[in-house]
């Protein structure tokens, strides 16, 4: 007797089947008991791993809310002193936002749109408030300038010991 296999043992031996993709939108999948075949004109289904499409980011989203939402605290950490920081740091991030919403509109990513909207606004909403700082701290020092009582007490400190206490 002859030491080959016939044609079904070979038609094992091939090696790994290759997955086959899920069925497209539309078309029914059919899950049958092993043995049984599929009915007519339908695609097999296999059972296995199919890995993960890498997901995209879109960088200038996630830039856009960081350096928002860091400006603005800056701005609140001192007080609005920072406010043309503030300012600038904000309108980078509006248009960062502004980049990364125009990203997903014209399909370079599909990712973070909603971040990169916040992120927008956000930085709209850091330019107001550090324009609102300077507004004020512009005030306050045009109104202490004016004072002779300020000048008086700059004076009475300067004079009496020769350094601030």
Not at 21 to 39: F, I, K, R, S, T
Not at 63 to 84: D, E, H, M, N, Y
Not at 87 to 96: G, R
Request: net charge negative; with cysteine; hydrophobic share 45%.
């Amino acid at each position: 007797m002859s030491e080959q296999p016939n044609i079904s043992q070979q038609g094992e031996q091939a090696g790994p089947e290759v997955p086959v993709p899920p069925p497209a939108v539309g078309q029914q999948a059919y899950y049958l008991p092993e043995g049984q075949p599929p009915p007519p004109g339908a695609r097999p289904v296999t059972v296995g791993y199919t890995p993960a499409q890498p997901k995209q980011s879109n960088d200038a989203a996630v830039a856009s809310i960081i350096v928002a939402c860091s400006s603005i605290g800056l701005l609140f950490l001192t007080a609005g002193l920072a406010a043309p920081i503030t300012a600038i740091a904000s309108t980078i991030a509006a248009f960062l936002g502004h980049k990364g919403k125009d990203d997903v509109d014209n399909g370079k990513t599909t990712a973070q749109r909603d971040l990169a909207v916040a992120g927008f606004w956000t930085g709209i909403g850091g330019v107001i408030i550090s324009v609102i700082a300077l507004i004020i701290w512009v005030a306050l020092i045009i109104v202490l300038a004016g004072s002779e009582s300020f000048w008086d007490e700059i004076d009475n400190e300067f004079n009496s010991s020769g350094t601030f206490d």
